[in-house]
């Protein structure tokens, strides 16, 4: 089945403990993006990469890092989670950059304490 | 910079109720548009996909249109069910990395 996983789906961490989302994809995408979802403010995206060792900023970058050495694995890092980083992430990825159709993972549910 | 209104933010109606879902975006200049759904506690499902130079697509008893030079799209639900019961969300490719730039959703429910 084609898919976009996410893992974990919930994490519950402490201010300052790093932590990796990862992110991968079986349809053989070369686009990949991350973004969070906050109450009030929407889906907003973080980082994006157009293929393999290709990463660039999206609108709300601060406080993480991404990294792309597959094809179809896309991890976000945070390296010093902070309670502003409380929210709901989500990782997506298209055949190539843009005309393509965007597919979602299931979501990962970020809470730092 | 691109902006996406979805009004209004919640809508309740009966079963059975054929429906429209408007989206409307301040430029143009757009690669495609993508109609989501998401359940709560749950990812976003593409539902339908509208290129550019397309008027509109359909997918069963869901027809999505797109009218970019007035900015406007419309997801058209015909005779609506409860298991229709979720947040709609829009968002338009502006092509400038591909970033995908979303509406804040309506939340619609169906009443049985």
């Known amino acids: 089945e084609a898919q976009v996983t996410q893992n974990p789906r919930y994490l519950i961490t402490v201010t300052g403990k790093k932590l990796t989302v990862t992110c991968s994809q079986n349809m053989n995408h070369e686009y990949m993006s991350w973004y969070r979802q906050d109450p009030g403010l929407g889906l907003r995206q973080i980082y994006y990469?157009?293929?393999?060792?290709?990463?660039d900023k999206g609108d709300v970058p601060e406080g993480y890092k991404v990294s792309r050495k597959e094809k179809r694995n896309f991890p976000l890092i945070l390296e010093s989670p902070s309670p502003n980083q409380t929210s709901l992430y989500f990782c997506a990825s298209s055949l190539d950059y843009g005309n393509t159709e965007a597919f979602f993972g299931q979501g990962t549910r970020l809470t730092v304490v | 910079k691109q902006e996406v209104t979805q009004i209004p933010a919640a809508l309740s109606v009966p079963e059975g109720e054929n429906l429209v879902l408007n989206c409307s975006f301040t430029d143009s200049a757009i690669y495609n548009l993508q109609w989501f759904r998401q359940d709560p506690g749950k990812g976003l499902t593409s539902l339908l996909l509208?290129?550019?130079?397309?008027r509109e697509q359909t997918s069963g008893r869901l027809n999505a249109s797109l009218d970019k030079s007035s900015g406007r799209s419309t997801l058209y639900i015909a005779a609506s069910q409860p298991g229709d019961s979720a947040t709609y969300l829009c968002?338009?490719?502006?092509?400038?990395?591909?970033?995908?730039?979303f509406g804040k959703g309506i939340t619609l429910s169906v009443r049985p």
């Open positions: 509208i290129q550019s130079s397309q």
């Open positions: 990469s157009m293929n393999v060792e290709v990463t």
């Open positions: 968002a338009v490719n502006g092509g400038a990395n591909s970033k995908l730039t």
